[in-house]
């Protein structure tokens, strides 16, 4: 593309001589070469963070590769073990180690030693200008002279002088910590995480601090992404729902501890509108049966109340959105008080719970107004909690519902599809949208909830819109028809508690209708393929997370520890690196202390889903094009010095 003078002298700015241009086009066609950087996909964490935390520690296993490969002659498995546990927790390993009286000098300078290879080994996809960028404060000298030493007797005469140094001026420990996670980061160029950080495990907010601090990461957004989303920009009804998440598998950490929201108002108002109702569908599921009597009492108290809030609310948006066709889903007008019945479509079922305190029949979807006083506590606690607002603010400025990156299209649930294979047509405010345009329509509308004027008539309803993404029968993240919570509580005819898929999920098995969607959002070319989670992959019944002949990768596999037992695993990553498209299958993860006591890394099965004849390049990516972009712009620039078209400007 031929630029205008204008641009020219605009570009001439940074680059204002002849010397500056042409060094940055070496420089940039140097780049080129390099082989691609690492990419890590993770999706579906919901709170899990110890295992999150464990597979970005090792990069699903990409550490423990480049020991083996470096020092699988020289070490056995259990040096190994111990030198990769080193670099997963170096400040817990050191303690041990201290303890066991192992750190001698001689272990000092050999650790070091290895720490340096397998930096720069890790190193080597780098220049050496972003590098240094990556260096740890008060190491940058020492460390870019162990990694670009020569292989020679002097510069390892040098080496070995450089941490024999360090290990006599008592800095070893601060060296080993600071290279460990040097490594850590070197060894992901970027992460991709496919949506689901929150709800059921215990540390979402924990998992949300470790990524905003990550040096190069993207979101596609999760149904329990946006539900935490939209409850932070004031939906009410997204408000009762993760409350309810919450207490639905007993943990309250993330609420109360991560984000400092107080669920004292709720207990208050709980215990005296649901005081004498033993609430027994509303006991919380708890994995490790750590809750007491009592307190389960109380959370089932407090379930309660926020369900019945939380379909009053609902009601009301499915009655202000007829664009969304969920009429059917109003359930407080079919229930009869006097009977304890409900009438959906032409059946009627008993109801397992006919207390309803807090419901006027002839007015069932209006709050009391002691429920409104407490939503009105809770939307304010939401809104007012500062680490919830910053999490909340990086999902928005570092995610979006899509991304196509490198011949991938990333989302995490599905594109709407009918049986024949066509991209489902829906219609909102007149505008009838299917396929990218649906997807461009949905991330628009979940921008506006955040950031139009909070209070205005157009904010609440892009918030509408974030509880239709959150459980709506054509949504992009939720993927079924229909969310039967109000079945589940109170109906014990399990025929009423069906939530149907979408047919995406049948037709996502065709390469044929892969391809398709591939180039419905401009995606094409062999090699191309789509990367999602949502639906956990049920190892257990023979399903396969590679599907349409390679064209579709769903990668949740069950981090969250309610799925493993579905599944039989515990989580899928994927790492598209320059030696081509990696699947890693991970057994469950026991705990920190185990994995540091016992040097116990997360057993993984890899599958090669894509292997190219050769190595693919940073030329071959979209960081490359950008690249070509520039240096084509640069020539330009250098053409019009040369001609006079553009003059220097001498520094």
């Not at 003078?5 to 070496?26: C, G, N, Q």
Request: charged letters at 25%; a negative charge; proline letters at 3%.
């Amino acid at each position: 593309m031929v630029q205008s003078e204008k641009y020219l002298k605009l570009l001439a700015r940074e680059y204002p001589t002849i010397t500056d241009v042409s060094t940055e086009i070496i420089n940039l066609r140097a780049i080129l070469c390099l082989p691609k950087g690492t990419e890590h996909f993770i999706s579906d964490m919901h709170g899990e963070y110890a295992a999150f935390l464990h597979m970005l520690k090792n990069a699903s296993g990409v550490v423990r590769e480049k020991i083996d490969l470096l020092f699988g002659d020289t070490m056995s498995l259990e040096e190994r073990n111990s030198f990769a546990t080193l670099i997963y927790y170096p400040e817990k390993k050191l303690e041990r180690l201290r303890v066991s009286g192992a750190l001698t000098e001689e272990w000092y300078i050999n650790t070091l030693l290895r720490l340096a290879e397998v930096c720069k080994l890790s190193a080597s996809k780098y220049t050496r200008s972003k590098l240094r960028k990556a260096l740890p404060r008060g190491f940058e000298y020492v460390i870019d002279e162990l990694l670009h030493a020569a292989d020679n007797d002097n510069k390892s005469n040098y080496n070995r002088e450089i941490v024999r140094a360090i290990v006599e001026t008592e800095r070893a420990d601060a060296f080993i910590v600071s290279i460990s996670h040097l490594i850590q980061r070197l060894v992901i160029d970027r992460l991709h995480i496919i949506g689901d950080v929150y709800d059921r495990g215990p540390g979402s907010h924990i998992i949300m601090d470790a990524l905003m601090q990550f040096h190069d990461i993207d979101f596609q957004w999760g149904n329990h992404d946006i539900l935490w989303m939209g409850a932070a920009a004031g939906s009410d009804a997204l408000i009762a729902t993760t409350i309810i998440n919450s207490l639905k598998y007993g943990n309250m950490d993330t609420l109360e501890d991560g984000y400092g929201i107080s669920l004292s108002p709720l207990v208050t108002f709980a215990l005296q509108a649901y005081n004498y109702d033993p609430c027994v569908h509303f006991y919380p599921r708890t994995i490790d049966a750590t809750l007491n009597a009592r307190d389960s009492a109380i959370m089932a108290k407090m379930h309660k109340a926020m369900a019945v809030i939380l379909f009053k609310l609902e009601g009301d948006i499915i009655e202000r959105n007829p664009d969304f066709l969920m009429d059917e889903r109003r359930m407080l007008d079919k229930i009869d008080y006097q009977k304890g019945t409900i009438t959906i479509g032409d059946s009627t079922y008993e109801l397992n719970d006919k207390s309803f305190p807090t419901i006027l029949p002839s007015s069932p979807y209006t709050l009391s107004s002691d429920e409104q006083e407490l939503m009105d506590k809770l939307r304010l606690a939401f809104y007012h909690s500062q680490k919830l607002q910053e999490h909340v603010q990086t999902l928005y400025t570092k995610g979006s519902l899509y991304l196509r990156c490198n011949g991938n299209l990333l989302f995490h649930g599905c594109v709407p599809a009918e049986p024949d294979g066509e991209f489902t047509k829906v219609t909102f405010d007149g505008n009838t949208y299917s396929g990218k345009s649906y997807f461009d329509y949905a991330d628009a509308t979940a921008r506006s909830s955040y950031f139009l004027h909070w209070g205005s008539p157009q904010r609440k309803k892009a918030l509408d819109f974030m509880w239709y993404l959150w459980c709506g029968p054509n949504s992009p993240l939720f993927g079924k028809d229909r969310m039967t919570t109000f079945e589940r509580y109170f109906i014990d005819d399990k025929s009423t508690h069906l939530e149907t898929k979408n047919t995406y999920f049948v037709c996502a098995e065709s390469e044929d209708f892969a391809v398709k969607l591939l180039k419905e959002f401009g995606i094409e070319g062999e090699h191309s393929r789509v990367i999602n989670g949502h639906v956990p992959v049920k190892i257990k019944k023979g399903e396969s997370p590679i599907k349409a002949n390679g064209r579709v990768i769903v990668i949740d596999g069950g981090m969250s520890k309610p799925y493993q037992s579905t599944t039989g695993i515990a989580g899928y990553t994927l790492i598209y690196s320059s030696n081509g498209v990696f699947l890693s299958c991970h057994d469950p993860f026991v705990t920190v202390d185990e994995a540091i006591d016992n040097e116990l890394d997360i057993h993984s099965e890899q599958t090669c889903v894509y292997r190219p004849e050769l190595r693919i390049r940073v030329a071959d990516t979209d960081v490359g094009e950008a690249i070509k972009d520039r240096i084509e712009d640069l020539s330009q620039l250098l053409n019009a010095y040369r001609t006079g078209t553009v003059k220097e400007c001498s520094k």
